[in-house]
């Protein structure tokens, strides 16, 4: 697998779920806090940081290669770090920062590797994305703005003296303030994307009718469905449960906005948390061409947090997702111990 992560922000409260979705935030001040704001499109939601002492932050495996793609709103002209890569000792291995002039420049430790010639400007939405692969020779910082790219550095990427990969990717705030969009992570494993994806979108949908399975037991609405088509999540006010081994739900979605590009893949994000001591595992399942895929083991805690199941290629047909392929399946959820 390639595609790690994506966000489009638009399911969950912000601030207040932010460690739902995210391993860990900083907030240093109440005064000017994370909020959402507008996205690119209309309809759809951003991420918005206000203090260059905010961030948040994804920890995954130790890769040597990331790519990290997002839009990107500058409100204002002051100097700020955009992401950062961390290995797993917690020091910084290289970063992307833009100059109150908009000039983008990539560093490693504290050593400026690059600088871009053009700017960013304030006030529009641009697509950024960066490649780094950790070397202590030969490694490849990049970064492209809207599928143009910026700047480029090969040489040494690995400010660490012993290890030559990252494992936690941060988003960073500045004195005026940030917003990101449609961001996704991937890694350089696989046949399958482990390179830029370029200017992606990211579309939410949520369940709006039943699908084939209605095991578990519901609280609030009047069917499993409506219990989980809430536009962010409202955590015990409405929700599905069971204990029983073999249980699922399955749900149709809302059809996606039309796409005519390619669908590099699909996330399935659940809510879940167990209310009792002992192991829980659960397992995301879609549902195509009448068969069942489920996806790897998960153990919730006492505490909510959002799980994620990514399928990069349609599993009935080893190949890319149509989008007449997604609005036909159904996605939901099975205790498997």
């Not at 910082?141 to 936690?168: C, H, I, K, P």
């Amino acid at each position: 697998m390639a595609l790690r992560f994506i966000d489009g922000f638009e399911h969950y409260t912000i601030p207040a779920d932010l460690s739902q979705k995210w391993t860990s935030y900083n907030q240093a001040t109440t005064s000017t806090p994370f909020g959402s704001t507008t996205g690119r499109r209309a309809d759809s939601n951003a991420l918005r940081i206000r203090n260059d002492q905010d961030w948040v932050s994804i920890t995954l495996d130790n890769q040597s290669t990331w790519i990290v793609g997002f839009a990107m709103y500058l409100f204002g002209n002051e100097t700020g770090d955009v992401v950062r890569f961390f290995d797993n000792e917690n020091a910084t291995q290289c970063y992307v920062s833009v100059t109150s002039g908009g000039i983008i420049q990539l560093y490693r430790g504290t050593t400026l590797l690059a600088s871009s010639s053009n700017a960013i400007p304030n006030g529009s939405w641009n697509f950024i994305e960066t490649r780094l692969s950790i070397a202590n020779s030969g490694g490849v910082f990049e970064v492209r703005v809207n599928e143009q790219v910026w700047l480029s550095f090969t040489g040494d990427t690995q400010q660490s003296t012993t290890l030559s990969t990252a494992n936690r990717i941060l988003l960073y705030g500045r004195d005026v303030h940030v917003a990101y969009d449609d961001l996704y992570i991937c890694d350089g494993t696989g046949s399958t994307n482990n390179t830029y994806l370029g200017d992606v979108r990211i579309d939410t949908v949520r369940p709006n009718a039943p699908g084939a399975s209605a095991n578990f037991s519901r609280q609030g609405g009047a069917a499993n469905w409506e219990n989980v088509d809430d536009t962010l999540t409202d955590a015990d006010s409405s929700y599905n449960f069971s204990n029983t081994v073999g249980h699922k739900d399955c749900f149709d979605c809302a059809n996606l906005p039309s796409i005519t590009g390619t669908i590099f893949g699909l996330q399935v994000s659940l809510a879940a948390r167990k209310d009792d001591a002992g192991s829980r595992i659960l397992r995301v399942l879609t549902r195509v061409a009448s068969t069942d895929y489920e996806g790897g083991d998960l153990a919730p805690g006492t505490d909510y947090r959002f799980f994620r199941q990514i399928w990069e290629q349609n599993p009935n047909t080893a190949a890319a997702w149509t989008e007449t392929q997604i609005n036909a399946a159904e996605f939901g959820y099975k205790v498997q111990a």
